[in-house]
T-cell receptor, first 111, second 110 residues
Framework: KNEVEQSPQNLTAQEGEFITINCSYS?????LHWLQQHPGGGIVSLFMLSSGKKKHGRLIATINIQEKHSSLHITASHPRDSAVYICAGVNYGGSQGNLIFGKGTKLSVKP | DVKVTQSSRYLVKRTGEKVFLECVQD?????MFWYRQDPGLGLRLIYFSYDVKMKEKGDIPEGYSVSREKKERFSLILESASTNQTSMYLC?????????FGEGSRLTVL
């Protein structure tokens, strides 16, 4: 069983829909990253959070450390949001070498 | 703007060749990482470095080595490339938890 599980694996939405991607983890972590990867490879860090909620534009990330769960929400989705979204937990110990990655959620937003 | 630059976006090499993948960051970050990404397996850590001349093995170091002679540059070396090293290679750097990735290098070994 993977230590970081994402759901769904694939998601297709219509433009304008509200989207939720979930991330659950079975190990102790001190923080969690949400990453975005567009076709072609480059990865961009969207959020790093260790508690509560963060918002940036149409993106909202929440985390509940006790329940070992995080969600990424996209409001008013747009075709340019089509990408793979990856969550990654930072293992206790703090070293960024101890990131544990989920396998990613492939999002496709249709116009 | 913060930048992590990988030297080659696409490479095609032959089995047995020595391959160098270069990564340069302009942010004075101490931590740098090399990952490979394969379908169905996600991102896996090959090596990371937390300072000049320091290196730590990640989850899959076999068949790879690294070099960090200067703070801004972290090189991944495949001493003798094999077909199972065909993959997307991603470099990253970090400071205080913020992560920055390069564009990736897609390596094909024939």
């Amino acid at each position: 069983k993977n230590e970081v599980e994402q759901s769904p694996q694939n998601l297709t939405a219509q433009e304008g829909e509200f989207i939720t991607i979930n991330c659950s983890y079975s190990v102790g972590i001190s923080a969690l990253h949400w990453l975005q990867q567009h076709p072609g490879g480059g990865i961009v860090s969207l959020f790093m959070l260790s508690s509560g909620k963060k918002k940036h534009g149409r993106l909202i990330a929440t985390i509940n450390i006790q329940e070992k769960h995080s969600s990424l929400h996209i409001t008013a989705s747009h075709p340019r949001d089509s990408a793979v979204y990856i969550c990654a937990g930072v293992n206790y110990g703090g070293s960024q070498g101890n990131l544990i990655f989920g396998k990613g959620t492939k999002l496709s937003v249709k116009p | 703007d913060v930048k992590v630059t990988q030297s080659s976006r696409y490479l095609v090499k032959r089995t047995g060749e020595k391959v160098f993948l270069e990564c340069v960051q302009d942010m004075d970050h101490e931590n740098m990482f090399w990952y490979r990404q394969d379908p169905g397996l996600g991102l896996r850590l090959i090596y990371f470095s937390y300072d000049v001349k320091m290196k730590e093995k990640g989850d899959i170091p076999e068949g790879y080595s690294v070099s960090r002679e200067k703070k801004e540059r972290f090189s991944l070396i495949l001493e003798s490339a094999s077909t199972n090293q065909t993959s997307m290679y991603l470099c990253a750097s970090s400071l205080s938890g913020e992560l920055f990735f390069g564009e990736g290098s897609r390596l094909t070994v024939l």
